[in-house]
């Protein structure tokens, strides 16, 4: 079996890019590989608008962002689900002048290829060092909403070219980056990691005898801000299912509701907030997912289209649980809509064949 080094978001306080992560060495190690993250951090670079706002409360919130931020990183309860290499790397040069030592790199999933508003790459996680002799796979990158100025298309092509196996996340992104190879490469698509482990395997670390599960409750996740209307939706879809709303956090980046029980949770209670909930409300990628895993009911409210959510739903035909602003009649024939799970699972199956037949392919 081979030794395996997994670039991909792995620093970070966040939920959905930890279990991704935890997925994909968690499958990895099924089929008897020896796996590690090659521990590449991108430090968050403060500003003064990171400190100050117009209004008192928002720049309280500002200030307790980044103290939680602090505490948590310190702890490493975001990161303890994953086995890490011994070194560090904070850049480029710092990789390329001394590259990890293994017999397979994967650039992992999240939005690892997402262009920054700056229209850059960051070249590190199209894997931009090492021995030409290492075998180079991507597995489920995501470039986010996919959306690539002209200028960058040589410099990616470039990248990608010395790739050996290429697959990414949503079909955008399949299709732009098959576009700059027309028929000389082939670009797989290919689900998420965290669909490539079963509901069984999740719910080893999720199931408890708690009594604080036994509450009935909705639960938000939200990573962007959303409008009054949007915040007019959430109270309206709680008065008609008759529920108490807790609004999960990560420490520094999810939105706070005024009527909401907002605690910081780190990856297994946040499956387990999921799993144990009547309803989720949310316009996170990890938490549809999740949502789809684990059968909980669930309504995207999002103030954008997001092509990594839609994506998803198309694959699984449940497209139409997604609003963008408050519409009471579409909200209830949401809520009233039943999911069809065998539906849902026999989908999930297939994506989860094309997963691991990539896999089988790219690695042996």
Same mark, same amino acid.
């Given at each position: ?29 099924? #089929? ?6 090659i ?7 403060l ?5 100050? /706002? ?8 500002k ?24 070194e560090?790397? $904070?850049?480029l040069?710092?990789?390329?002048n ?6 397979? $790199?994967?650039?992992?999933?999240? !939005? ?5 508003? !700056? ?20 597995? /489920? /990158? ?19 070219k ?21 028929? %000389?490469k082939?670009? $797989? ?13 999740y ?8 009594e ?20 007019? /939706? ?7 299912? %008759?529920?108490?709303?807790?609004? #999960? ?12 029980? %907002?605690?910081?949770?780190t ?10 909930s ?38 699984v035909?449940?497209?139409?649980r ?9 909200i209830?024939?949401?809520l ?29």
């Amino acid at each position: 079996m081979a030794r395996i080094g997994i670039m991909t978001t792995q620093d970070a306080l966040n939920n959905g890019a930890m279990l991704q992560a935890f997925a994909l060495q968690t499958y990895l190690r099924s #089929l008897g590989h020896d796996v590690e993250f090659i521990d590449f951090r991108r430090e968050r670079k403060l500003t003064l608008r990171s400190f100050i /706002a117009k209004k008192p409360q928002v720049m309280w919130y500002k200030w307790m962002d980044i103290i939680n931020a602090s505490t948590y990183k310190r702890k490493g309860h975001f990161g303890d689900l994953l086995n890490r290499g011994s070194e560090t790397f $904070y850049n480029l040069k710092d990789i390329q002048n001394n590259p990890p030592d293994y017999d397979i $790199y994967i650039a992992g999933s999240d !939005q690892i290829w997402n262009v920054s508003s !700056q229209d850059t790459v960051n070249r590190a996680f199209y894997l931009d060092f090492g021995k030409k002799e290492v075998k180079r796979v991507s597995y /489920a /990158a995501s470039m986010g909403q996919c959306n690539v100025p002209k200028s960058l298309d040589e410099e990616i092509h470039a990248l990608v070219k010395i790739l050996d196996f290429v697959s990414l996340r949503e079909t955008k992104a399949v299709n732009y980056i098959q576009s700059l190879f027309k028929e %000389n490469k082939k670009i $797989y698509h290919v689900p998420d990691p965290t669909f490539l482990l079963s509901k069984e395997e999740y719910l080893k670390f999720i199931l408890s005898d708690d009594e604080k599960w036994k509450k009935k409750y909705a639960i938000t996740y939200s990573l962007a801000e959303y409008d009054q209307g949007l915040r007019n /939706a959430v109270d309206y879809i709680l008065s008609v299912k %008759n529920l108490n709303l807790i609004n #999960l956090r990560n420490p520094d980046t999810c939105i706070r509701f005024p009527k909401a029980e %907002n605690i910081i949770v780190t990856p297994k209670d946040w499956l387990r907030y999921v799993y144990y909930s009547q309803l989720m409300i949310c316009c996170s990628f990890h938490a549809v997912v999740f949502s789809l895993i684990l059968h909980k009911p669930f309504i995207v409210v999002t103030p954008y289209k997001n092509e990594r959510i839609n994506s998803l739903l198309t694959s699984v035909g449940l497209s139409d649980r997604v609003i963008l602003s408050f519409d009471k009649e579409k909200i209830n024939a949401i809520l009233d809509e039943k999911i069809d799970w065998d539906k849902v699972d026999l989908a999930l199956k297939q994506e989860r064949s094309k997963g691991t037949e990539f896999l089988s392919l790219s690695l042996n």
